[in-house]
């Protein structure tokens, strides 16, 4: 690095804006370093309680070579509705925004169901002014979305066993107010506080649950740690199956313009 360059970044530096890739990842010697985690592709910012380790894990694992996943935590609140309230995830996302990542991904289901469809866009437009107009992707919205995708209108819906009966039968409605026909609603049991659940039992409920006239199946909740058995239930059943952090991650690659092949995690990446 030659003294111009040098004053460059650190002039970057000064202004407190960083930058997206470094000036190495197009200069010809990729062959010669190991991988550092350096964002070749750009950053993802994800929003996700301070308790919640799964959403980044999960885009971490679905995530291409080059696309780094940054977490900002949100302080615990007492309902699903307070979560996507001021101020918390407010002060959160603009933590965010100081990285300059390319999206940033609301992971939290159940406040839009607590709130309902109508308040999705509000929030998503003050997130988005806090974040200085980088796009902010909803859990529910991208659902909608890759429900849409695939041409599935019947869908059967899988929650956490942590979910209370209410939140889960909100879930119903506000797919019902997208315009959905919800053919099955269930909470795997038994019903327990917030911990990992394994695949093979997120596999069995859903595998049992779904009935056969649901064309797709989304499994709500994005503390619920699923990716991992998409492949085997889309075997299993026959037909889509989406998760909370898979359709956001989904979306994420799709706003931010990312053209990377994502295999072993769903159908619904196959959708251009």
């Not at 010809?28 to 380790?53: H, N």
Request: glycine share 6%; aromatic share 8%; proline share 8%.
């Amino acid at each position: 690095m030659n003294r111009r360059q040098f004053l460059a970044l650190a002039g970057f530096a000064a202004a407190g804006v960083p930058a997206l890739q470094p000036e190495w990842a197009d200069a010809g010697q990729s062959s010669r370093w190991a991988p550092d985690g350096a964002p070749a592709l750009g950053r993802v910012g994800v929003l996700t309680p301070e308790f919640d380790p799964v959403p980044e894990s999960e885009m971490e694992a679905m995530a291409p070579e080059g696309l780094s996943i940054h977490g900002s935590r949100v302080r615990r609140n007492a309902t699903p509705a307070a979560f996507a309230e001021p101020p918390h995830v407010d002060e959160a996302t603009t933590q965010l925004a100081d990285l300059a990542p390319k999206v940033i991904a609301f992971a939290y289901t159940s406040s839009s169901y607590a709130l309902g469809s109508d308040t999705d866009a509000p929030t998503r437009a003050r997130l988005e002014a806090r974040a200085r107009g980088i796009p902010v992707v909803l859990t529910c919205p991208a659902a909608t979305d890759a429900l849409h995708a695939l041409g599935a209108r019947r869908v059967a819906l899988i929650h956490p066993p942590w979910f209370s009966e209410e939140i889960s039968e909100r879930g119903r409605e506000y797919f019902r107010a997208r315009g959905f026909d919800v053919v099955h609603c269930s909470r795997l049991e038994p019903a327990r506080a917030f911990t990992e659940v394994r695949p093979d039992e997120v596999f069995e409920w859903v595998r049992r649950q779904t009935p056969r006239d649901a064309q797709a199946v989304f499994i709500g909740g994005n503390g619920l740690r699923a990716i991992g058995a998409i492949r085997a239930l889309e075997s299993s059943l026959g037909r889509p199956v989406l998760t909370a952090n898979q359709v956001v991650f989904w979306a994420v690659l799709r706003t931010a313009r990312v053209n990377a092949r994502v295999t072993k995690y769903g159908r619904i990446f196959a959708i251009r």
